[in-house]
């Protein structure tokens, strides 16, 4: 009898510190999904504002080049002007 109870004990403390580690390793798994979330969020929050700027400056870039060719258009077109203006008043 005295080896069922001393048996008995044992168990019953084994079962006891496996329940605790077993609460233990829940609390930190939670902890660690709580980081892992936190991470994934800011992670999120950073991806977007690197696109963001990629954008804003793609969109700095389009608006620079549409200016310049603009003013190449433009200085062309002038060019152009006089060299007809020329031409006529050679022909003339």
Request: hydrophobic share 45%; glycine share 2%; net charge negative.
């Amino acid at each position: 009898m005295e080896t069922l109870s001393f048996v008995l004990g044992i168990a019953f403390v084994v079962v006891i510190a496996l329940a605790i580690v077993a609460v233990y390793a829940f609390v930190k798994v939670n902890k660690l999904e709580e980081q892992v979330e936190e991470i994934e969020r800011q992670l999120s929050q950073e991806i977007e504002r690197v696109y963001r700027n990629q954008h804003e400056e793609y969109k700095a870039i389009y608006e620079h080049i549409s200016n310049r060719v603009r003013d190449i258009e433009s200085l062309l077109d002038s060019r152009l002007d006089k060299l007809q203006n020329k031409k006529q008043l050679l022909k003339d």
